[in-house]
């Protein structure tokens, strides 16, 4: 029998205080395309960055290249988040430097950026038309990666490892960010991809996967448990419910009863078109979702209501009952919202500690730089029970698995009892378990009447309170429909 490709013996990480993998073993074999899933947590990132040669951990692993192949011999991990430099070497973005022109001329274009990597890798620009079509992301070769959204700079990643097929390829929550037509895609080019020789190995909770995974394991206890097909994820547990917090159970108090009015709203980079003729009403207490392919301008519709867009004075369009221009400030408009994005979390303090990360939501900062005082301190330690986070309050946002950081930022975005909950794919980064959960909390939250904007690709991963929807395509308003008539 030929060796593993990958084989892995006693594999052991600790983490601080705490043990994530302990004497794990696995063997891929040759021709073998695995599933890893899991809840958020349990070590399948740190699996695949062991693999990949990205941190430091006791045990074995040995890889076999094949060395008979044209495919590079390398194991190339693609991270759940994607970080970039702008053309100083610098990576310290702040969140609404994406907006600011000044920041535009200062970091690479997409089309830059692939010929670097191109000339990196001895490819051919040719090779990358089609991987660039079947995402969508063409009509993006001339925009600078900080104005890219989440899902676009999720399409850049993947864009540039399948380019490479290499001989294994490690892929960590692909579906991230992506619409229903890109993901579908997505598959189509991992097949190919494969056929071509390259080993997938796809950490995941997803069902939507490729045809050519064929292995599935979880991990569980430190330990790799290869598992059925149909047996997907089984360590689900019951979430523990505990009452909402009483100082969120008040009824919201609004400074409007218009929350958002846009009337003919536009949005221009240059020649380029992001929002055109957007009307669009929102009252006080709807609940809406928002949808629209990857690139069809939510990020940006959402960045005029929170204040972070500087075309939002060039428009007419009233939030809160104001129009936007009239006197207020960025500040004051924030204290009535509750935001949180994949942007947000991008840029977010990673050296505060999970509770200071919640209590900053009192002030809209990226972290926490005064003493909130006694009444501020105990709503916040009343959040940290609330999403279970008790025995993580004292450890760095930086040192928690994703999952965690974004509970805590959720906290974070809903402290103020905000009159406008603004949940931007708010789930991204949580397993089943942890998604339910929230979606569940997000119901019982928005009985105090409070007003949710709420962005979400996966029709089953969205809250039942959901009241109308809207949807952008390229733009423009493609719909608006009613979804509940208690609305």
């Known amino acids: 029998m030929s060796q593993p490709v990958v084989h892995i013996t006693n594999l052991n990480l600790r983490y601080r205080q705490n043990t994530v993998l302990q004497g794990l073993d696995w063997a891929i074999q040759r021709g ?49 988040w994607y970080q970039f430099k702008d053309l100083e070497g610098q990576s310290n973005f702040y969140y ?22 191109a000339r990196k890798h001895q490819l051919h620009l040719s090779e990358v038309v ?8 063409t009509e993006l070769l001339d925009a600078t990666l900080i104005q890219l959204s989440s899902g676009e700079h999720k399409k850049l990643q993947l864009t540039k490892a399948i380019w490479l097929k290499p001989q294994l390829l ?56 290869e598992i059925a097909a149909g047996q997907r994820f089984s360590g689900l547990q019951q979430q523990v419910t505990r009452p909402v917090p009483e100082f969120l159970s008040n009824p919201t108090v609004f400074s409007s009863f218009q929350i958002i009015k846009m009337i003919d709203v536009n949005i221009s980079y240059g020649e380029k ?19 629209g392919p990857n690139g069809s301008g939510k990020s940006t519709l959402l960045s005029l209501i ?8 060039a428009n007419n369009f009233y939030l809160f009952g104001n129009k936007r221009g009239s006197g207020e400030s960025i500040w004051e408009i924030k204290q009535r919202i ?56 004292n450890v760095l946002m930086s040192e928690l698995p994703l999952g965690h950081q974004r509970l805590a930022l959720l906290a974070r975005t ?43 690709h996966f029709e089953s991963q969205l809250p039942a309170c959901i009241e109308k929807r809207i949807v952008l395509k390229n733009g423009e308003v493609k719909s608006v429909e009613t979804l509940l008539e208690n609305a």
């Open 338 to 393: 509750g935001l949180i994005s994949p942007e947000l979390h991008w840029y977010f303090d990673p050296s505060a500690t999970v509770w200071q990360s919640i209590a900053s939501g009192f002030y809209d900062s990226s972290g926490l730089f005064c003493d909130p005082g006694y009444t501020k301190r105990k709503q916040t330690d009343e959040l940290v029970h609330y999403f279970g986070l008790e025995e993580y309050k």
């Open 32 to 80: 073998e395309n695995w599933l890893v899933c899991g809840k958020s947590g349990s070590g399948k990132t740190s699996v695949a960055k062991a693999i990949a040669g990205q941190i430091s951990y006791s045990g074995n692993i040995k890889i076999n290249f094949d060395t008979s192949c044209a495919l590079p011999a390398a194991a190339h991990y693609v991270a759940n």
């Open 170 to 225: 490690i892929l960590d929550q692909p579906y991230n960010g992506l619409d229903a037509r890109s993901r579908q895609n997505l598959n189509i080019l991992l097949e190919e991809v494969c056929s071509h020789g390259t080993q997938l190995i796809l950490i995941s909770n997803e069902q939507e996967i490729p045809a050519s995974i064929h292995r599935y394991a979880e991990i569980r206890d430190g330990r790799l448990h």
């Open 414 to 456: 809903i402290i103020k009892n905000p009159e406008l909950l603004i949940l931007d794919e708010p789930c991204q980064g949580l397993d089943q378990q942890q998604t339910k959960h929230f979606n569940q909390l997000v119901d019982e939250l928005c009985e105090n009447g409070t007003t949710l904007i709420y962005v979400g």
């Open 273 to 291: 078109h992001v929002l055109k003729n957007i009307n669009w009403e929102v009252n006080a207490g709807e609940k809406w979702l928002l949808q």
């Open 130 to 137: 089609a991987i660039l079509d079947a995402l969508d992301f």
């Open 96 to 117: 609404q430097q994406r907006y600011n022109k000044q920041s535009t001329e200062t970091t690479a274009s997409v089309r830059a950026e692939l010929e670097n990597y």
């Open 306 to 313: 929170t204040g972070d867009h500087p075309q939002a004075y």
